[in-house]
């Protein structure tokens, strides 16, 4: 099946830790992003990388890092610097030809709490 | 002023009304939109995407899009209670950063 899998699905974090978030996608997809969201509220935008090798900061980079070594796959680090770490973390992906003109797709989301 | 502003909600519509749903913004060099459906505690789903001014038709969904006022909206037909979730609005940038920009959602409730 083709799609985008996170993990784990929960996930506690004690004070002063760093953890690491996956996320992997078999759609053979160019684009990939992370996305925060707190509860009735929307996405915002974490990181995101158009290439492998090549990322960018959003819009609450602050206390979070990512890498893109291969294209399938794209993990976020939260470290201790995240002081409000607490919410569900989305990872999407898009084919991104170019044009802009391309749908999201999800994976099911990391749901973190610090303990 | 933020970029994709919608109305919270809850909105509530009896079953088998036409549920309305509005998004407004304000880059007005954004090209690509899309509406996502979101059930509590679950990820976003892609329901609808449209480009060009109009409507767009897709099932019971309806898309419409007027670039000129900014403002993007999505109309449920003959709305059940499974449609009952948040409805979340995002748009492409036309410039710059090449990454969706979403509202705060609207929550749909669909009464029996």
């Known amino acids: 099946d083709g799609g985008i899998t996170q993990s784990p699905k929960y996930l506690f974090r004690k004070e002063g830790q760093n953890v690491t978030l996956s996320c992997e996608q078999n759609l053979n997809h160019d684009a990939m992003y992370w996305y925060r969201q707190d509860p009735g509220q929307g996405l915002r935008l974490i990181y995101y990388?158009?290439?492998?090798?090549?990322?960018q900061k959003g819009d609450i980079a602050e206390g979070y890092s990512v890498s893109r070594e291969k294209k399938e796959s794209f993990p976020l680090t939260v470290t201790s610097a995240q002081k409000n770490p607490t919410a569900f973390y989305l990872c999407?992906?898009?084919?991104?030809?170019?044009?802009?003109?391309?749908?999201?797709?999800f994976g099911q989301g990391t749901r973190l709490t610090v303990v | 002023q933020k970029e994709v502003e919608q109305n919270s909600g809850p909105l509530s519509v009896p079953e088998g009304a036409i549920a309305s749903l509005n998004c407004t913004y304000s880059d007005r060099v954004s090209q690509s939109f899309f509406w996502y459906r979101q059930y509590s505690g679950k990820s976003p789903e892609l329901i609808m995407s449209i480009y060009s001014n109009g409507d767009k038709e897709d099932g019971r969904f309806t898309a419409q899009l007027n670039k000129a006022s900014q403002y993007v909206s999505l109309l449920i037909r003959d709305s059940q209670p499974s449609d009952s979730a948040t409805y979340l609005c995002?748009?492409?940038?036309?410039?710059?950063?090449?990454?969706?920009?979403f509202g705060s959602g609207t929550r749909l409730q669909v009464q029996p």
């Open positions: 999407a992906s898009s084919m991104d030809s170019g044009t802009g003109n391309t749908e999201a797709f």
């Open positions: 995002a748009l492409n940038p036309g410039t710059g950063r090449r990454a969706l920009t």
């Open positions: 990388s158009q290439i492998v090798n090549d990322f």
